[in-house]
């Protein structure tokens, strides 16, 4: 049922917000450019962000797996140029 999995994602992306984890990492502002809803049977999902907030997302990405390769005692995935 589309109305419901639309009601179960909205309620989770609202728990993501206040995620402690994901506002340290600087991401929770990305999750106001999503956007949930259902039409009819269908389930829409709607990311719109901007070039700069793209580019933005990329490089904290870039930055999350590197640190993650660190902790890991390992030089980090490489990363495409």
Not at 4 to 9: G, M, N, P
Not at 25 to 34: P, T
Not at 43 to 48: E, R, V, Y
Request: zero cysteines.
């Amino acid at each position: 049922d589309a109305k419901d999995l639309s009601a179960k994602a909205t309620a989770q992306l609202a728990d993501i917000k206040k995620s402690p984890q994901f506002m340290m990492m600087g991401l929770a502002q990305y999750l106001d450019g999503i956007k949930i809803d259902n039409k009819g049977a269908t389930f829409h999902l709607t990311i719109g962000y901007n070039q700069q907030q793209v580019d933005d997302l990329i490089n904290r990405v870039k930055g999350l797996l590197k640190s993650f390769g660190g902790a890991m005692g390992g030089g980090g995935m490489p990363m495409p140029q």
